[in-house]
């Protein structure tokens, strides 16, 4: 792993920074892929288990996989890539986190501006009066809860195949890309498209593409640099090369 010095010359003058993550970050912590190499979408039919088709067709089944995988995440701990991205707050103007995961380790890690493109698993809502509830109201339900205020059915807060993203976070991310000095490409191909439209409004403003990934991908050739390698290796290398030159 090589850091490029003329990277750190560039973070030393920059006063925005995006991190743009993808699923590769919450893999260093131990949650598999969704498309990646034995990913969970290998194993089940996206569209029965990750639809509003499905939910409505089998909600209990849905349910169930959904407190599955608040279980696997509430065993998993932010990884040096997720605490690293935290602490550059402490030494840029502005630092927000535009990320596809709905796992809350972001967070959890410390992060305090993010901007979450698909939801957060760990929060639930009433499909009809839109009441909003934590992942620790209906921990042990096995069975789809029903809204305390109006009776309708409770849904994970994440967005599904064939839903829209929501769009004020989606235009504030869009806005943060295009105002940013540089650019995180974290752990993500890119590819999945409208979230994948972040890097590409990075680039427009004149944004410095920075990718990290263990492999390449189809956004690596437009990047300005790109590190092969662990986030939870990568960035906290990058930190501190920062802190020894600031």
């Known amino acids: 792993m090589e850091i490029p010095k003329t990277l750190i010359e560039k973070l030393k003058s920059a006063k925005s920074i995006i991190f743009f993550t993808g699923a590769g970050i919450s893999a260093e912590s131990g949650i598999e892929t969704f498309r990646g190499k034995g990913g969970l979408w ?4 996206a569209q029965e288990l990750a639809s509003f088709d499905g939910f409505m067709k089998n909600p209990d089944l849905v349910w169930e996989w959904y407190q599955y995988r608040r279980k696997i995440v509430r065993e998993t701990n932010p990884n040096a890539g997720h605490k690293t991205i935290a602490d550059f707050e402490k ?6 986190v535009v990320t596809q995961n709905v796992d809350n380790l972001h967070k959890r890690a410390g992060s305090s501006s993010i901007l979450e493109l698909h939801g957060n698993i760990e929060r639930n809502y009433c ?56 650019c995180f490409i974290v752990g993500t191909s890119a590819v999945v498209y409208p979230a994948a439209y972040i890097p590409i409004a990075a680039k427009r403003g004149g944004s410095v593409l ?37």
């Not at 290998?42 to 039919?45: G, P, Q, R, T, V």
């Not at 839109?130 to 807060?157: A, H, N, Q, W």
Request: aromatic letters at 8%; glycine letters at 6%; a negative charge.
């Open 42 to 45: 290998n194993k089940m039919s």
């Open 91 to 96: 030494h840029f103007d502005e630092v927000t």
């Open 127 to 182: 499909m009809d009066c839109k009441t909003f509830y934590g992942v620790e109201k209906f921990l042990e339900s096995e069975e789809v809860p029903k809204c305390e205020k109006c009776g309708g059915m409770i849904r994970p807060d994440v967005v599904w195949f064939g839903e829209v993203l929501p769009q004020d976070i989606f235009a504030e991310a869009e806005r943060k890309a295009a105002e940013s000095d540089i």
């Open 210 to 246: 920075v990718e990290i990934n263990i492999e390449p991908t189809e956004i690596t050739n437009q990047t300005d640099y790109s590190i092969k390698g662990k986030s939870g290796e990568v960035l906290p290398e990058i930190f501190k090369m920062l802190k020894e030159i600031t």
